[in-house]
C-alpha cells in the first residue's frame, strides 16, 4: 500500500553540523508534506509544512526540500544543537482538505554528538 | 493556556478491562484526533472529531470508540482490552479544515495490557 518512509532509522551529527533527514513517500495525491519532532516522552511538535506545489520552503533554522519526480522530501537543520536531539517524522496530507488526520513515517532518531 | 492535556498518563490493563483515555484542549480547536503509536512506529489515526458531535473512523478504529460532546472533550473509550492495544496514545487537536497540517499533540498515554 502507499505510505511515508524514511531512509535511515538513526542519524548522529556533529554539534554544530547541518543536518539532513530524508523521507520518501509513494502517495503522489498528497497535498501537503510536514515534519514533526518528538522528544524523549512528548508529543510529536509541528516543525514545518509543505505544500505539494512548491519545492522549498525556510523557516528559522530549517529548510524543508521537495522533489516531486522522486517522490522525496527533506528537512535540513542548520547548526545543530544539543536541544535538535529527537526522533524526527515525515507525514502526509491527503488532498481535499479535510479533517482526516495525517499519515506519519515511522521516524529518524537525530543524536548529536557533542 | 494548558493546551492538549491527556490523562491518565500510564496504565496497565488485564485482558478484556475497558478504561477511557480523557483527552482535554483549551485552545478552542475545532478539529481533534487520536492516533497510537507503537514502538519504533510512526503514528497511526484511531478516531478524528471536526466538531461537538461529529466523530469518524480512522486508519485503525476496530476496539475503540469516542465521543464529542463538547468543544473541549474527545475521550477515547477501550471496551475490551486486548494486548494489540499496548500503545502510546496521542490525542491532538487543529484549529480550522485549512490549518489540519497543524497539529497540537497531548504529552501522551502509554498503555499495557496484559
Known amino acids: 500500500g502507499e505510505s511515508v518512509g524514511l531512509h535511515l532509522p538513526t542519524l548522529s551529527v556533529q554539534e554544530g553540523d547541518n543536518s539532513i533527514i530524508n523521507c520518501a513517500y509513494s502517495n503522489s495525491a498528497s497535498d501537503y508534506f510536514i515534519w514533526y519532532k518528538q522528544e524523549s516522552g512528548k508529543g510529536p511538535q509541528f516543525i514545518i509544512d509543505?505544500?505539494?506545489?512548491?519545492d522549498k520552503r525556510q523557516g528559522q533554522r530549517v529548510t524543508v526540500l521537495l522533489n516531486k519526480t522522486v517522490k522525496h522530501l527533506s528537512l535540513q537543520i542548520a547548526a545543530t544543537q544539543p536541544g535538535d536531539s529527537a526522533v524526527y517524522f515525515c507525514a502526509e496530507k491527503a488532498t481535499g482538505g479535510g479533517a482526516d488526520g495525517l499519515t506519519f513515517g515511522k521516524g529518524t532518531h537525530l543524536i548529536i554528538q557533542p | 493556556n494548558a493546551g492538549v492535556t491527556q490523562t491518565p498518563k500510564f496504565r496497565i490493563l488485564k485482558i478484556g478491562q475497558s478504561m477511557t483515555l480523557q483527552c482535554t484542549q483549551d485552545m478552542n480547536h475545532n478539529y481533534m484526533y487520536w492516533y497510537r503509536q507503537d514502538p519504533g512506529m510512526g503514528l497511526k489515526l484511531i478516531y478524528y472529531?471536526?466538531?461537538?458531535?461529529?466523530?469518524d473512523k480512522g486508519e485503525v478504529p476496530n476496539g475503540y470508540n469516542v465521543s464529542r460532546s463538547t468543544t473541549e472533550d474527545f475521550p477515547l473509550r477501550l471496551e475490551l482490552a486486548a494486548p494489540s492495544q499496548t500503545s502510546v496514545y496521542f490525542c491532538a487537536s487543529s484549529y480550522s479544515k485549512y490549518q489540519t497540517v497543524q497539529q497540537f499533540f497531548g504529552p501522551g498515554t502509554r498503555l499495557t495490557v496484559l
Open positions: 509543505i505544500r505539494s506545489n512548491m
Open positions: 472529531s471536526v466538531g461537538a458531535g461529529i466523530t
